[in-house]
């Protein structure tokens, strides 16, 4: 286990709802980050969190956005849901500028329908 | 241009045998990262090993090996006596700019590794 604990695993959503995701990072880890990962493809980059302010960000609408805590945590929300944003979500945590491993957690399943 | 590319989209290998999943990559950056990670049904991206680029050696960690020939561009992972466990997703990564980039890693289109008792 890596320590990384997501919830929800399982979520069904309608198109135009909105979704929170949560992560808890491992301890002492001080950024994370957020992928997205559709069926039958590698994760994709949302953005990155570090010291509780976005610093990094792949090719995501604004309509995802989220928030880190000061114990870490993390939240990825993502409003105007669409079909399209069906995929598993995966949290990983990590020290930051350092070089080496991530460290994932199982991720939350979103199914919008 | 795809930045990682892993050509073998399903691969079948007999148990005890070593088996060899594919990964090159593309980048300008002198200094970046290679990873491989293995994601079982269950869905969690387990970090087998890694490769920096400035690294003199290949990267081992237990059964797995790390084929790194930098002037090819190429990081192909070695699995040593493949065990019935070893089924599952295979993904290559990148992090460039490493030390300055953060946690965005580049994943390519994965390899399913199937391995035959």
């Known amino acids: 286990e890596t320590g990384v604990t997501q919830s929800p695993t399982h979520l069904i959503k309608t198109r135009g709802q909105q979704v929170t995701l949560r992560c808890s990072s491992q301890s002492g880890h001080n950024t994370v980050s957020w992928y997205q990962q559709a069926l039958g493809q590698g994760p994709q980059f949302i953005f990155q969190y570090y010291r509780e302010e976005e610093n990094g960000r792949g090719n995501f609408p604004p309509r995802f956005s989220g928030l880190q805590f000061p114990n870490y945590s993390s939240e990825l929300n993502v409003n105007a849901l669409e079909l399209d944003d069906s995929a598993l979500y995966l949290c990983?945590?990590?020290?930051?500028?350092?070089?080496?491993?991530?460290?994932f957690g199982e991720g939350s399943r979103l199914t919008v329908l | 241009a795809q930045k990682i590319t892993q050509t073998q989209p399903g691969m079948f290998v007999q148990e005890k045998e070593a088996v060899t999943l594919d990964c090159t990559y593309d980048?300008?950056?002198?200094?970046?990262?290679l990873f491989w990670y293995k994601q079982p049904s269950s869905g969690e991206m387990i970090f087998l090993i890694y490769?920096?680029?400035?690294?003199?050696q290949n990267a081992t960690e237990g059964r797995y090996s790390l084929n790194f020939q930098k002037a090819r561009k190429s990081a192909n992972l070695v699995i040593s006596a493949s065990q019935l466990g070893d089924s599952a997703m295979y993904f290559c990564a990148m992090r460039e700019d490493l030390y300055n980039a953060g946690n965005m890693l580049t994943f390519g289109g994965g390899t399913r590794l199937m391995v035959k008792p």
């Open positions: 980048t300008s950056d002198p200094s970046y990262g």
């Open positions: 990983a945590s990590s020290l930051a500028n350092r070089a080496g491993e991530l460290f």
């Open positions: 490769q920096g680029s400035y690294d003199q």
